[in-house]
């Protein structure tokens, strides 16, 4: 049974603050780490994706990623209030996502 | 920006009814997929689907449902006989040639009754 687990929050971070959002696996065989935000009502939209151990940085965004430690995880620097959603994080084996279910992040402004 | 459309926004329709979810991939890509998330709960895959035929599919994707890519543009989900528990909203999403990020459409919200 391929799992992902994430912390459900809520997870509360003024405005200008880091958010650190994490995630473990259990499948080994899975091969890519995918981020994405989810608005109350929404759909999921991608915002990282990470195929490689170490870091991976796009804009206010990193990603990590350790296959040994099967943990992914997402910092947003400099929250924002508009950064307040569920964040997603889902692991990829043969194409087919499987998901966590989601952190919800608050940024207080 | 290209994007995943689906139609309609909200289906609703009686227990045992047949419906079709509709769903048009970002043009040029080649990978479709089909996700459900019923409320308060986990996206959850149903099926993949490339060069005209199922990759993988899962538990939840019995024989009540099918999809089909019609034409160059479509891609479809048909649930048979709908039960109360399908009531969810499914996203359809697609990937391009060479690359693995699934881009999600904005849903079809399905309600049985």
Same mark, same amino acid.
């Given at each position: 049974?391929?799992e992902v687990? %994430?912390?459900?929050?809520p997870? *509360? ?5 880091? !958010?650190? @959002? ?15 935000? %989810? ?5 999921p939209e @991608?915002i ?6 170490g870091d ?7 990603? +990590?990623?350790?296959? !040994? *430690? ?7 620097r400099? *929250? %924002?209030?508009?950064?307040? $959603? ?5 692991? *990829?084996? $043969?194409? %087919? ?6 952190? +919800? @992040?608050?940024?207080?402004? | ?11 609703v ?72 528990e ?10 391009g ?10 849903g ?6």
């Open positions: 049974q391929k687990e %994430q912390n459900s929050g997870l *509360s971070v003024p405005e200008g603050a880091i !958010a650190s @959002l994490n995630c473990t696996y259990s499948d080994r065989g899975s091969q890519s780490f995918f981020w994405y935000r %989810q608005y109350s009502g929404k759909s @991608l990282m994706f990470i195929y490689s151990n991976k940085e796009d804009g206010r965004f990193t990603a +990590q990623l350790n296959k !040994a *430690s099967q943990y992914v995880s997402l910092l947003i400099d *929250s %924002q209030p508009s950064d307040s $959603a569920t964040y997603l994080c889902a692991a *990829s084996s $043969a194409r %087919q996502l499987t998901f966590g279910s989601g952190t +919800q @992040l608050t940024v207080l402004p | 920006e290209p994007e995943v459309t689906q139609t309609p926004s909200h289906q329709t009686q227990m045992g009814q047949e419906v079709i979810l509709r769903c048009v991939p970002i043009s040029n890509h080649l990978y479709f997929y089909w996700y459900r998330q019923i409320l308060g709960q986990k996206v959850e895959f149903l099926v993949s689907f490339y060069n005209n035929e199922i990759s993988e599919k899962s538990e939840i994707f019995d024989d009540q449902f099918s999809v089909e890519r019609p034409d160059g543009s479509n891609f479809t989900l048909k649930i048979r006989s709908t039960k109360l399908d009531s969810a909203m499914y996203f359809c999403a697609s990937t040639t060479g690359k693995y990020e699934q881009y999600f459409g904005p079809t919200r399905l309600t049985v009754t």
